[in-house]
């Protein structure tokens, strides 16, 4: 009699049948129904035009992975067969993946490229412009790198003045990316005036850590201008896109950078002896048009003018000598005539004036009150004047006066006679 086997015994013969089997498997097919789980393991479906099983690949196998699995992709996998004992399906338990008939690195190169240049990584209009004598610049790569060496020789030979600050990195390795993107953000802090991120000539797996995403978020993230000089010309990287400006090498990215001290000092020479030439003109043009405004201004100016009128001042004050001599002559002759006219004048006035102010003196002596002297009788006065009582009111002061004194007083009445 057959002996009875419960599911999960045959299950689990079945399953050590299969992985005994088939302990190493290649299957190429077509991905479908691909599940990125919160886990970080990775489900799907490898198919062909018959065909379907299902793959299971775990998040350390998954983390390996250089390109993205998508939906639809020709992929060749390598894993085991396995069976999943709690519903009896046998699937792949994938180790590692790559892309048919291309390379697993140059597929994860072309996806992250295309997905960082749909987020405007590369945008021409957000590129950052490079200052045309930088004074500071940060260098992100190895310092026993022969890059480093290649760089400090070409900037002490094309512009001794600029300093350089090398942040020591790894440029290649697992570790190399995360280091890379530090240096960076540290960069950022330094307020240089640019930053190169490079390293030398290699293979695409000793240049990768300049393929990764977070290399390229923190150059996208940067505020100080970025140069990519990684490899040789002809060695494209994600940086060098993401970047302001790409070096072709090392020591092309300190010669765009930095101006050349032997042109710069031709330069100056140079626009010396254009200005020299220049001002010596500008001289020659002025100095003509000065000649030709000095002529004009001497013809019309004021100095024309007021020699013109000195001279008319000069011959209008001669002529005015001369009638003034012939004046002074004429009244000259004049003036003893008029001389004893004068004298006769002023003692016939003084004589006519000295007999009105006896007049007056005896007038005066006649009415003073001295003179008059009879018993109850007072002269009038106001003021120091002579007036008559008529012209009193009541509240009025006046003087009253003899010879002998003079009382002060005041209207209080007036009685009519």
Not at 51 to 77: D, Y
Not at 124 to 142: A, E, H, R, W, Y
Not at 311 to 339: H, T, Y
Request: net charge neutral; glycine share 6%.
């Amino acid at each position: 009699m057959a002996t009875t086997l419960s599911v999960s015994a045959l299950n689990e013969q079945i399953k050590g049948l299969l992985e005994t089997s088939f302990e190493f498997v290649s299957v190429e097919g077509e991905l479908s129904r691909i599940t990125h789980h919160g886990s970080g393991h990775i489900y799907f479906t490898l198919k062909d035009n018959d065909s379907a099983i299902k793959c299971v690949m775990f998040k350390g196998n998954a983390s390996r992975l250089k390109f993205r699995l998508e939906e639809g992709a020709h992929i060749i996998l390598h894993g085991a067969l396995s069976l999943y004992k709690p519903r009896g399906e046998y699937q792949i338990n994938v180790f590692s993946a790559e892309p048919y008939g291309a390379g697993a690195l140059s597929v994860a190169f072309e996806q992250l490229k295309q997905k960082l240049e749909l987020k405007g990584y590369f945008d021409p209009t957000g590129k950052k412009s490079f200052p045309k004598f930088p004074q500071t610049i940060v260098l992100v790569t190895s310092a026993t790198g022969a890059a480093l060496q290649d760089m400090q020789r070409v900037a002490s030979h094309r512009w001794p003045l600029v300093k350089l600050i090398v942040l020591d990195v790894l440029v290649q390795g697992e570790r190399a990316a995360g280091e890379i993107a530090d240096a960076l953000r540290y960069a950022d802090t330094l307020n240089a005036d640019a930053v190169v991120v490079g390293r030398g000539g290699g293979s695409i797996e000793d240049l990768w850590a300049f393929n990764e995403e977070i290399v390229a978020d923190a150059i996208f993230a940067m505020n100080t201008p970025v140069m990519s000089a990684v490899g040789h010309e002809i060695d494209w990287v994600i940086s060098d896109y993401v970047c302001d400006m790409r070096a072709p090498t090392p020591s092309a990215a300190m010669q765009m950078l930095l101006p050349d001290q032997n042109e710069f000092t031709q330069s100056i020479d140079e626009l010396q002896m254009r200005a020299f030439s220049l001002i010596q003109q500008q001289l020659g043009r002025k100095r003509e048009q000065l000649m030709s405004m000095y002529e004009a201004f001497r013809r019309n100016g004021i100095e024309y003018r007021l020699q013109s009128q000195k001279e008319r001042v000069n011959e209008l004050k001669k002529r005015f000598e001369i009638q003034m001599m012939q004046r002074l002559q004429r009244f000259s002759n004049e003036i003893p005539a008029l001389k004893e006219a004068m004298e006769r004048e002023i003692a016939q006035r003084l004589r006519e004036k000295s007999s009105l102010i006896a007049q007056m003196k005896n007038g005066f002596e006649s009415q003073h009150p001295k003179h008059k002297n009879k018993s109850g009788f007072a002269q009038i006065a106001r003021e120091g004047k002579v007036i008559d009582l008529d012209v009193l009111n009541i509240g009025d002061t006046f003087e009253a006066m003899n010879d002998k004194r003079v009382v002060r007083a005041e209207v209080v009445e007036i009685a009519r006679l």
